[in-house]
């Protein structure tokens, strides 16, 4: 199992709970000291609020003219820019819904998957995500939790250049929900393997 002792520094005593490559932490996700974080943008890259407005707030005006210059992508797709002042050295914005809209189940998969392989592309190690389309968005958390560890795993079954994808969950109720998420999913995954026996 790969060694989480920079989450634990980091994280300031925050809940943690480590799954092989994945991690799932309570806390602040502008604070990650990791490659690349992850911005739930909308698909004209302004960094209005939620996730987007602390990164445009701790993170400098810089960012935000990085993605002025990428100019509008389209829902599902990503961005790479600097990470300004923040911890990362990079953040990918994931356009999960359009300025004042929604984001939805397949905006969700399209931009956590495009996220992942951008930062396998780019030699990334590791990353943090937040519950992206959940907050402003009006995604449904847990739903979002189910959709982000399926392409996590799905990402890591195969070559990647990743180590580490940590989810970055701001307060105890988002994280319980991720965290209740993940079990699930380990108990059912050690049903389906009792069955084969």
């Keep these: ?13 925050a809940r943690e709970v480590v799954m092989g490559r994945i991690a799932l932490v309570e806390g602040d996700i502008t604070e990650q000291d990791v490659e690349a974080i992850v911005n739930a943008a909308n698909s004209d890259l302004v960094l209005g609020a939620g996730v987007a407005g602390a990164i445009r707030e701790k993170g400098g005006p810089s960012i935000q003219a ?3 210059a990428h100019g509008p992508i389209e829902v599902g797709e990503v961005a790479l820019t600097s990470a300004g002042d923040l911890p990362a050295r990079h953040v990918i914005h994931a356009a999960s819904m359009p300025p004042g809209g929604c984001a939805d189940e397949a905006s969700v998969r399209a931009s956590v998957a495009a996220s992942l392989a951008l930062a396998a592309e780019h030699g990334i190690r590791s990353i943090a995500f937040p519950a992206i389309g959940a907050g402003i968005g009006g995604f449904s958390l847990q739903r979002c ?4 560890f399926e392409e996590a795993r799905r990402h890591l079954a ?13 307060g105890e109720p988002d994280y319980r929900v991720f965290e209740m998420v993940n079990d699930a999913a380990k108990v059912a995954a050690q049903m389906e393997r009792l069955q084969r026996r």
């Design 1 to 13: 199992m790969l060694s989480l002792s920079p989450v634990r520094q980091q994280a300031r005593s």
């Design 158 to 170: 195969g070559e990647t250049s990743l180590e580490e994808i940590r989810f970055v969950l701001l």
């Design 66 to 68: 990085e993605c002025d």
């Design 145 to 148: 939790a189910e959709v982000s």
